[in-house]
């Protein structure tokens, strides 16, 4: 079956400091990937999303980033925070194949807080 | 682009009565995906229910059922026989059809009480 590791769960950082977050996917191959963030009491943005090795789509424009060194391993970065990066980040993976249903399995998410 | 709209930030119910949450989206699409996810305290998202546009019929889940009406880009959600552990946000989303990213509602927080 498949899984999905997200860590750490739970994150504070300084202003000004790097980022990185990791999400892998077991027990799948070529899965989408993608990184959301759930600020407090409100919806999910989709901050990237990524078909395949390197590939990279941005939707909002910010100091993050994000990578797919590997199939299923997706990293968000930052190299300074800001405070309004704080927030919950939530990794997903898809798969689209003939006879399955899509929808989005979810990490378990890792809260960072920006001081 | 599409957007979704969930026009109740809370609802509250009594345990075993029935509840509906509401959604709305915007798109020129004609075939895509509408589904709602549930996000309990432990924050977990776990999906609930899936319809895909090009089905009439409406998609159920056990006491999870949905109300699509696609001329009026409408896609509501009916929970029967509401149980304690149905408190949690819930949240409407839409993908398009061989898309790659899903869209998102900012979520309804519903809280069933005994």
């Known amino acids: ?115 | 682009a599409q957007t979704v709209t969930q026009s109740q930030p809370e609802m509250s119910v009594q345990e075993a009565e029935t509840v509906t949450l509401s959604c709305t989206y915007d798109t020129s699409e004609n075939n895509y995906y509408l589904f709602w996810y549930k996000q309990p305290p432990s924050r977990q998202m776990i999906l609930v229910i899936r319809q895909e546009a090009y089905k009439q019929q409406n998609a159920t889940e056990n006491r999870f059922s949905v109300n699509f009406q696609k001329a009026a880009k409408s896609f509501s959600l009916k929970i029967s026989d509401s149980q304690l552990g149905d408190t949690a946000m819930y949240f409407c989303a839409f993908m398009k059809y061989n898309n790659n990213d899903m869209r998102f509602g900012a979520g309804t927080r519903l809280t069933v009480k005994p």
């Not at chain 1, 600020?39 to 424009?61: D, H, K, N, T």
């Not at chain 1, 100091?63 to 990293?75: M, T, V």
Request: contains cysteine; positive net charge; charged residues 15%.
């Open chain 1, 1 to 115: 079956s498949q899984t999905i590791h997200q860590w750490p769960a739970t994150l504070v950082q300084p202003v000004g400091s790097p980022l990185s977050l990791e999400c892998t996917v077991e027990g799948t191959s070529n899965p989408n990937l993608y990184w959301y963030r759930q600020a407090a009491g409100r919806g999910l943005q989709l901050l990237f999303y990524s078909v395949g090795i390197g590939q990279i789509s941005s939707e909002v424009p910010q100091n993050l980033s994000a990578s797919r060194p590997q199939d299923r391993q997706f990293i968000l970065s930052s190299k300074k925070l800001l405070l309004s990066d704080s927030g919950f980040y939530l990794c997903a993976w898809s798969v689209r194949r003939q006879g399955m249903r899509e929808k989005l399995f979810f990490g378990s998410g890792t809260q960072l807080s920006v001081l």
